[in-house]
């Protein structure tokens, strides 16, 4: 694809964008985790198979057991111009592991620095095995749809939707490691700077541009990401480094347009801020006069205050006088209303007194004629006793009388009946008599 010249079209800007997150956001920030973890299987590997020392012999063929893909010793210690049986497959340190993991033409890394670029690091994070199946996965994913669409960019395919789903992969990928690695403290940082270019990336790439607040927020990482394409030009095509030139070049030029009009906005401003200035230092004359008389008024009022001040001294002593007073003659009021108080109490106590001790008097009345009465009833009631007797004494004589009544009745009845007896006798005996005859 030849170069244009003129200004950046909107999946170019876009293609832009998710190359400074890429390249400058997300991936200086994950070799530190990849170097910590190649210097831990390092360690392992040394210590159960003695990989510093091994020899075509005697070698490791796969970084775990059931690994799909073997170790690539021609990566290290020069092996690429030697055949198998002569290579060198000692394995003398954490970054001499890590180039077995990646294709040769990858492993020209040093150190676990610039050198480790974008696509050694995606190599590594994608080795199975290696990393948990979410961060191998998720970074197969950047690596198939991100890095891959970016170093052969067709401009065409980078439209709002793709550039919407090129940072939910660097957003997965970031959030997988940190779900690896609990300890890890740059994820948040790298989630919130990704968000950031989400949202102003957006706003530049529909070619409204902040020029004051981008380039103070932004201009650090796109020097960071041009001095990233001057180092991967060796790993580029022709086309792809002329399309990559030519967007940055177009990025140039938009900012020294925008910085250009920024420079005469700042020259404009300059010009009316010393014009401003000059008001302010001639209005500032006219205040240092206006300042003198003040001040001269300024001794003439101290002098008035003073004297304000004794006569409020005077008056406050006064109202202190008569605060005292006051508060005596208060004093005085409130032991008079006591003593009235008291007054009135004691009244109140007498008065309650007179009550009881009449109450008192009228009970004792009350008892002396209960008294009385009581005995009035005793005697009536001794009467009743003694007629009680009487009646007594008298039915027992009427009883006796009775009883000797009925006695004299019986033998009346007894006489009557002994004379009728003999009478009956003397009558049968002329019967019997007048018979016989």
């Known amino acids: 694809m030849a170069p244009t010249s003129g200004e950046l079209s909107q999946d170019k800007r876009r293609w832009l964008v998710i190359s ?11 070799r530190g985790i990849i170097a910590e973890k190649i210097k831990s ?21 796969k970084i775990f057991p059931g690994a799909r893909r073997d170790l690539n010793y021609e990566s290290i210690n020069g092996n690429d111009h030697q055949d198998p049986e002569n290579f060198d497959y000692k394995v003398e340190d954490a970054v001499s592991l890590a180039k077995l993991l990646v294709q040769p033409f990858m492993a020209k890394f040093t150190a676990f620095d610039d050198s480790f670029d ?36 067709d401009f065409t395919k980078w439209t709002k939707k793709y550039y919407t789903d090129c940072f939910r992969f660097l957003k997965d990928l970031v959030s997988h490691i940190s779900v690896e690695f609990p300890d890890w403290t740059d994820n948040t940082q790298i989630l919130q700077r990704l968000q950031w270019w989400k ?23 796109v020097k960071a990401f041009s001095k990233t394409f001057t180092d991967l030009r060796g ?13 940055l070049e177009s990025f140039k030029s938009e900012l020294r347009v925008e910085v250009d009009s920024l420079n005469i906005r700042q020259s404009k401003l300059e010009l009316n801020q010393n014009q401003e200035i000059k ?19 300024q001794e003439a009022l101290k ?10 001294k005077g008056v406050e002593n006064e109202i202190e006088v008569l605060k005292k ?23 109140k106590t007498v008065l309650e007194m007179q009550m009881k001790l009449k109450e008192k008097k009228d009970v004792e009345d009350e008892n002396e004629v209960l008294k009385k009465t009581v005995l009035e009833m005793q005697m009536k009631l001794k009467e009743k006793r003694d007629v009680e007797n009487e009646i007594e004494v008298l039915k027992k004589t009427v009883l006796e009388m009775q009883m000797k009544l009925k006695e004299n009745e019986v033998l009346e009845i007894q006489t009557q009946f002994e004379t009728l007896r003999t009478t009956n006798a003397t009558f049968g005996e002329q019967e019997q008599i007048q018979d016989s005859v």
Request: aromatic share 6%; charged share 30%; proline share 3%.
């Open 41 to 61: 299987v390092y360690d392992s590997k040394k210590r159960m198979n003695r990989i510093d020392t091994q020899t075509h012999s005697k070698y490791l063929s």
């Open 199 to 221: 949202k102003h990336g957006t706003v530049f790439c529909l070619g409204s541009l902040d020029v004051p607040d981008f380039l103070r927020d932004s201009l650090q990482e």
């Open 235 to 247: 790993t580029l095509s022709e086309e792809v480094q002329l399309q990559i030139s030519e967007a």
């Open 279 to 297: 008001e302010r230092r001639d209005g500032q004359d006219n205040i240092c006069d206006r300042l003198s008389t003040l001040e001269s008024n």
């Open 303 to 312: 002098e008035e205050v003073c004297a304000l001040r004794k006569e409020r």
């Open 20 to 30: 400074i997150c890429l390249h400058i956001v997300v991936i200086p920030r994950l």
């Open 118 to 153: 974008t696509s050694a690091a995606l190599a590594v994070l994608s080795y199975e095995g290696l990393f948990r199946p979410g961060v191998t996965k998720s970074a197969k994913d950047v690596n198939f749809n991100v890095r891959t669409e970016w170093a052969h960019p």
């Open 325 to 347: 007073t006051v508060l005596e003659m208060q004093m005085k009021l409130k032991e008079k209303k006591d003593v009235e108080t008291e007054n009135k109490v004691l009244k």
